[in-house]
């Protein structure tokens, strides 16, 4: 977990889900547990070394938890931690905006402007 946070509570929001893959995981996330290979396949266009340091960085900042079991192969998971949960109106809010960001674009598009 990160100690020294900036004061601005937006700015701290900011750095903890700024980065598009974090706030995709998330996203992913939402359903419930995934396993590595299905969050690279559902995130289109990260790269398995990006989403491995995403991932990471997301534990460290205990937005994620990681669960190991002892397999052969070995299975790792990844949920959102209660944590993580509490993000979630943030996600619905742009998920709200982004919808009526494309309405507003297809009416405009519809209108010749």
């Known amino acids: 977990m990160i100690t020294d946070l900036p004061p601005c509570p937006v700015e701290t929001t900011l750095l903890l889900i700024s980065d598009k893959w974090v706030v995709l995981i998330l996203r992913d996330l939402r359903t ?4 590595f290979g ?20 997301m534990e460290e900042h205990e937005l994620v938890s990681r669960t190991v079991y002892p397999e052969v192969p070995p299975r790792v998971e990844y949920s959102l931690t ?32």
């Open 32 to 35: 419930g547990t995934k396993r």
């Open 82 to 113: 209660e944590l993580g949960q509490s993000l979630y109106p943030v996600l619905d809010a742009l998920e709200a905006w982004g919808w009526s960001y494309k309405k507003l674009a297809a009416e405009s598009q519809g209108r010749g402007a």
């Open 38 to 57: 299905e969050l690279l396949k559902s995130v289109t266009g990260i790269s398995q070394k990006v989403l491995t340091e995403k991932l990471r960085s």
